[in-house]
């Protein structure tokens, strides 16, 4: 099973979350790193906040925001 996952702003996140729940939800996904416009980014953090992720890095872009997410911890 993975262990990190990057997704590209190009995907259809809500999508994206509704088909890859199994895999988000798995103790053994560490991270994910997302590329994200910056009105997606609440619904993203609550999203995989109740997956048990936590956002642990933020930085702005040209295009959205880029956005690191770890698994319990801060």
């Known amino acids: ?11 259809a996140v809500n999508k ?3 088909g890859a729940a199994d ?7 560490r ?3 997302v590329q994200v416009a910056e009105k997606k980014e609440s619904f993203l953090v ?10 642990t890095g933020r930085e ?3 295009k959205g ?4 997410f770890t ?3 801060r």
């Open 1 to 11: 099973p993975p262990t990190h996952l990057r997704l590209s702003r190009h995907v």
């Open 16 to 18: 994206l979350l509704d």
């Open 23 to 29: 895999t988000l939800a798995r103790p053994s996904l």
């Open 31 to 33: 991270s994910i790193y």
């Open 46 to 55: 609550e999203r995989l906040g109740a997956l048990g992720m936590v956002a």
């Open 60 to 62: 702005a872009a040209r």
């Open 65 to 68: 925001v880029h956005l690191v």
């Open 71 to 73: 698994r319990g911890s």
